[in-house]
């Protein structure tokens, strides 16, 4: 089946620094893709989300860049905080907004340095 | 605005017993997900249900079972617990239409000795 991965399990950031976190897809016919963050003890919490006629959507601090042509996902974090330390997630839909849709990848650890 | 519900929060069995863990939600969605999160292996799909009164398989179902009697809640069960069914479990639901951010609850910490 399809997967979602991460390049880095851990990614360790000075506080104050921008922080990026990388995610590799490789079903082309995903068209939704979502960003979570998971403290520890917590359940995944919704960060921010794009569409695949996008490739760059913007929140606050945080930016999502998707790249089709090499099937790419990224997530920037400008200023890091002591409070972004936690487990990245990304995820993909290929369904076309079915219920099942959804790949999660394993994550990636960002730890924030003070 | 307490979301996404799951009870209880920790739980420890032996194997051969059986439990079942409750989701409930309080937003209105019709659909709704059980997923498992082991060390290294990301989140995985149990089971789901797109509304009240029907269940499907996700990507590892075998050993649970799910009903969906009233569409707040979701419900797994173990019939028979194996210490492999050791994990993290998530409840998720969200609404129907176009793609959207499922919402999570903040797991059940389920250990099998």
């Known amino acids: 089946g399809e997967s979602v991965g991460l390049h880095l399990p851990t990614l360790s950031v000075q506080e104050g620094d921008n922080s990026i976190i990388n995610c590799a897809y490789s079903?082309?016919?995903?068209?939704?893709f979502i960003w979570y963050k998971q403290e520890s003890g917590k359940g995944p919490q919704f960060i921010i989300d794009?569409?695949?006629?996008?490739d760059k959507r913007q929140g606050q601090r945080v930016t999502v860049l998707l790249n089709k042509t090499v099937k790419h996902l990224s997530l920037q974090i400008a200023a890091t905080q002591p409070g972004d330390s936690a487990v990245y997630f990304c995820?993909?839909?290929?369904?076309?907004?079915?219920?099942?849709?959804?790949?999660f990848g394993k994550g990636t650890h960002l730890i924030i340095q003070p | 605005n307490a979301g996404v519900t799951q009870t209880p929060k920790f739980r420890v069995l032996k194997t051969g017993q059986s439990m079942t863990l409750l989701c409930a939600q309080d937003?209105?969605?019709?659909?709704m997900y059980w997923y498992r999160q082991d060390p290294g292996m990301g989140l995985r799909l149990i089971h789901y249900?797109?509304?009240?009164?029907?269940?499907a398989k996700g990507e590892v179902p075998d050993g649970y079972n799910v009903s969906r009697l009233k569409k707040q809640n979701f419900l797994l069960g173990l019939e028979s617990a194996a210490p492999s069914q050791t994990s993290v479990y998530f409840c998720?639901?969200?609404?129907?239409?176009?793609?959207?951010?499922?919402?999570f609850g903040d797991g059940t910490r389920l250990s099998i000795l």
């Open positions: 998720a639901s969200r609404h129907t239409g176009r793609p959207q951010p499922q919402h």
């Open positions: 079903n082309s016919a995903s068209d939704y």
């Open positions: 794009i569409r695949s006629n996008m």
């Open positions: 995820a993909e839909d290929h369904s076309g907004g079915g219920a099942d849709g959804l790949t």
């Open positions: 937003m209105n969605h019709e659909y």
């Open positions: 249900s797109v509304g009240e009164g029907t269940t």
